[in-house]
């Protein structure tokens, strides 16, 4: 059965609504061009995952206060500033579909609207006024570079690894969203059990996310992606179908495909990465790998009584296994 997503939020909308109102308040500036991309960032409409799973996680324990829309305006202005950074490395000329800030405003642009977002971000965490959600936010923001740096280093070097990919993701992409689900836990509960489940909870649904995401490369198309199919590949970003694939070939092999992906052109790189991948069942191993951290997402939730958030937790998870961008 198709999962919607309006379905997963309606226990939720009006939160969604005050949050939104939060969010793009936090984005004002007196400068001009600040807010003219500003504008630009909100009209994009893009998923608010991380905001989401805030508010659900939020609303688990109790009702949602000032404190957590501040929480869920935090995580979601640190996770566009990672977004406006990401697409001026990978050069990228479209987010979501539309050209990305740094195709119309240039690159030095970008990097200072970055900036602003993380500024933003800090101010931001400061007013929460909250020690252990201080620590936790800088442990983040710190996890987010490191991941970013380590999976160009591991690219550049070729010693990506599983093991170091699935600590790479959970740097780059988990953490956030496992920051965020903690978060909102601490908002409305000082029960360390709950704030702990609900970090494994996003932790997990962070990796399956990504994952979903790297299937993308091979699996989606350009128009509901939001981004050229096979841009990992083209800058050489090792993900788990290629890495599953060159663990299970001979060291020749392995040679050989690493030259073509230096050598290639893009049409050849495409055809023969996706040759690669299913000669040595790469799509069925990451599809597997995806359904394991899915489950090990919904058994953060077991200890949690039934309702129609935790339901929509749940759904959460399957949600992000069936959809197509």
Same mark, same amino acid.
């Given at each position: 059965?198709?999962? $919607? #997503?309006?379905? #997963?939020?309606?226990?939720?909308?009006?939160?969604?609504?005050?949050?939104?109102?939060?969010?793009?308040?936090?984005?004002?500036?007196?400068?001009?061009?600040?807010?003219?991309?500003?504008?630009?960032?909100?009209?994009?409409?893009?998923?608010?995952?991380?905001?989401?799973?805030?508010?659900?996680?939020? *609303?688990?324990?109790?009702?949602?206060?000032?404190?957590?829309?501040?929480?869920? %305006?935090?995580?979601?202005?640190?996770?566009?500033?990672?977004?406006?950074?990401?697409?001026?490395?990978?050069?990228?000329?479209?987010?979501?579909?539309?050209?990305?800030?740094?195709?119309?405003?240039?690159?030095?642009?970008?990097?200072? /609207?970055?900036?602003? #977002?993380?500024?933003?971000? #800090?101010?931001?965490?400061?007013?929460? *006024?909250?020690?252990?959600?201080?620590?936790?936010?800088?442990?983040?923001?710190?996890?987010?570079?490191?991941?970013?740096?380590?999976? /160009?280093?591991?690219?550049?070097?070729? %010693?990506?690894?599983?093991?170091?990919?699935?600590?790479? /993701?959970?740097? +780059?992409?988990? $953490?956030?969203?496992?920051?965020?689900?903690?978060?909102?836990?601490?908002? %409305?509960?000082?029960?360390?059990?709950?704030?702990?489940?609900?970090?494994?909870?996003?932790?997990?649904?962070?990796?399956?996310?990504?994952?979903?995401?790297?299937?993308?490369?091979?699996?989606?198309?350009?128009? $509901?992606?939001? +981004?050229?199919?096979?841009?990992?590949?083209?800058?050489?970003?090792?993900?788990? @179908?290629?890495?599953?694939?060159?663990?299970?070939?001979?060291?020749? &092999?392995?040679?050989?495909?690493?030259?073509?992906?230096?050598?290639? %052109?893009?049409?050849? /790189?495409?055809?023969?990465?996706? &040759?690669?991948?299913?000669?040595?069942?790469?799509?069925?191993?990451?599809?597997?790998?995806?359904?394991?951290?899915?489950?090990?997402?919904?058994?953060?939730?077991?200890?949690?009584?039934?309702? @129609?958030?935790?339901?929509?937790?749940?759904?959460?998870?399957?949600?992000?296994?069936?959809?197509?961008?």
């Amino acid at each position: 059965m198709k999962i $919607s #997503l309006d379905d #997963l939020l309606r226990p939720i909308q009006a939160e969604l609504n005050s949050f939104q109102h939060y969010f793009e308040n936090a984005l004002k500036s007196h400068v001009f061009l600040i807010n003219q991309v500003m504008k630009y960032v909100i009209a994009q409409k893009g998923k608010k995952m991380r905001p989401m799973l805030l508010l659900l996680s939020a *609303k688990l324990s109790g009702d949602c206060t000032e404190q957590t829309y501040s929480a869920a %305006t935090l995580v979601e202005v640190l996770h566009t500033a990672t977004l406006v950074h990401d697409d001026v490395v990978d050069e990228a000329e479209t987010r979501r579909g539309l050209p990305s800030i740094n195709s119309i405003w240039r690159n030095k642009v970008s990097v200072l /609207i970055g900036d602003y #977002l993380f500024s933003k971000a #800090l101010v931001k965490m400061v007013a929460l *006024k909250h020690p252990e959600m201080l620590e936790l936010l800088a442990h983040t923001a710190d996890k987010l570079v490191t991941g970013e740096i380590d999976q /160009i280093d591991r690219a550049r070097s070729d %010693t990506m690894t599983e093991d170091a990919y699935y600590a790479m /993701i959970e740097d +780059k992409t988990a $953490s956030l969203l496992a920051t965020g689900c903690k978060l909102g836990a601490m908002t %409305t509960s000082n029960d360390k059990k709950v704030w702990d489940a609900l970090y494994e909870y996003g932790r997990n649904f962070g990796i399956a996310f990504q994952i979903k995401d790297d299937l993308f490369d091979f699996e989606g198309r350009a128009s $509901s992606v939001g +981004k050229p199919i096979g841009l990992d590949v083209k800058h050489n970003m090792v993900t788990l @179908p290629i890495i599953h694939a060159l663990q299970q070939c001979g060291k020749s &092999e392995q040679r050989e495909f690493k030259r073509m992906l230096k050598r290639g %052109t893009d049409k050849v /790189i495409q055809q023969n990465v996706l &040759e690669f991948i299913n000669r040595y069942g790469g799509l069925e191993y990451t599809k597997q790998r995806l359904q394991d951290y899915s489950d090990k997402a919904k058994a953060s939730l077991e200890g949690f009584p039934d309702s @129609p958030i935790k339901y929509s937790m749940i759904q959460f998870i399957d949600f992000n296994i069936q959809r197509e961008k």
